[in-house]
């Protein structure tokens, strides 16, 4: 199992930046691909950016050249920088974590953490 918190959402200006944190319950080496997902009002999740345990990165079109995932594995945690905000990039981010365990793939989210770019 694994437990994951997100912090580091609120509000900033079109144009600004943010840093999205997660933090895992257990070494992240050991988690398959861990990502970042965001919801906004009346649409579907939808992938922004992940991370391997190998380090390879997958970015959305909407976000490639603004956005960037990267880990601590030290701290145990995966980060967000976000730049070049857009209003479009409002939503509710989500950490999530896949792990194979017992011959089956899993799936673990956190509790997902606000972004709103707003003038």
């Known amino acids: 199992q694994v437990q994951l918190v997100e912090s580091g959402g609120g509000l900033v200006q079109p144009g600004g930046h943010l840093r999205l944190s997660c933090g895992a319950s257990?070494?992240?080496?050991?988690?398959?691909?861990m990502g970042w997902y965001r919801q906004a009002p009346g649409k579907q999740r939808e992938l922004v950016a992940t991370?391997?345990?190998?380090?390879?990165?997958n970015y959305a079109d909407s976000v490639k050249g603004r956005f960037t995932i990267s880990r601590d594995t030290a701290k145990n945690t995966v980060y967000l920088q976000m730049n070049s905000l857009k209003v479009e990039d409002t939503a509710v981010y989500y950490c999530?974590?896949?792990?194979?365990?017992?011959?089956?793939?899993?799936?673990?989210w956190g509790q997902g953490t606000q972004v709103t770019t707003s003038s």
């Open positions: 257990r070494h992240i080496s050991s988690i398959n691909v």
């Open positions: 991370i391997t345990s190998d380090g390879i990165t």
């Open positions: 999530n974590a896949d792990i194979t365990a017992g011959g089956k793939g899993l799936r673990y």
